[in-house]
């Protein structure tokens, strides 16, 4: 009886959780986009991009 009660609890923040970001964008810090790009690794980018598909 109480873990059904947890549960439902659960489920509710999540549902709530999930129509109160419904519908939102993501935000966009410029800052932290530069940042990213600046500090990755494109080392393995040559791998990524000749992928064969299979198939």
Same mark, same amino acid.
């Given at each position: 009886? *109480? %873990? #059904? &009660? /947890?549960?439902?609890? @659960? %489920? @509710? *923040?999540? /549902?709530?959780? *999930?129509?109160?970001? &419904?519908? $939102?964008?993501? $935000?966009?810090?410029?800052?932290? =986009?530069?940042? *990213?790009?600046? +500090? %990755? +690794?494109? #080392?393995? %980018?040559?791998? =990524?991009?000749?992928?064969?598909? $299979?198939?």
């Amino acid at each position: 009886m *109480i %873990l #059904s &009660a /947890v549960i439902i609890v @659960a %489920l @509710a *923040i999540y /549902v709530r959780h *999930i129509v109160y970001t &419904a519908g $939102k964008d993501r $935000k966009v810090d410029p800052e932290q =986009v530069q940042r *990213i790009m600046r +500090d %990755l +690794d494109y #080392s393995h %980018l040559d791998r =990524v991009m000749n992928r064969r598909r $299979k198939g």
